[in-house]
């Protein structure tokens, strides 16, 4: 199982950012996948995740996202993305995707995550 997050970048506040996150090494059919997000000297949180399809296949958002964030994912290109809107300074942190058979909902708890990408960073500033 392999993932790799990219798509990280410098953006004014109120700007737009897509994140992506390539996989291999398994199917979204089985395995939930979801967005992470770390800043300097905090807990890392979830943001957002997609459930397997083969659960319930529905995405959940941190409620400091919900109406700004959107995950999508694309099968053929076996890739994850997270789309953020409206940034805010509070959205700058190292972001990270992470995926793992997890039933029937995916979940924010970074511990029920066994594979790991590595982290892009987002900077909100003006």
């Known amino acids: 199982v392999q993932l790799q997050a990219s798509g990280g970048g410098l953006v004014q506040p109120g700007g737009s950012l897509r994140l992506s996150c390539g996989y291999s ?9 979801g967005w ?13 995740c997609v459930s397997a399809s083969d659960g319930t296949g529905t995405s959940h958002y941190a409620d400091s996202v919900k109406g700004r964030f959107a ?7 076996n890739t994850v993305y997270l789309q953020m809107n409206s940034l805010k300074p509070e959205d700058t942190a190292s972001h990270y995707c992470a995926a793992d058979y997890i039933m029937p909902d995916c979940t924010f708890y970074p511990v029920m995550y066994g594979n790991w990408g590595q982290g892009t960073l987002v900077t909100v500033s003006s």
Not at 25 to 33: E, K, S
Not at 71 to 77: E, Q, V, Y
């Open 25 to 33: 090494g398994f199917t979204l059919d089985y395995y939930a996948l």
């Open 36 to 48: 992470f997000r770390q800043a300097p000297g905090k807990e890392r949180e979830g943001v957002a």
């Open 71 to 77: 995950i999508s994912r694309d099968n053929a290109k």
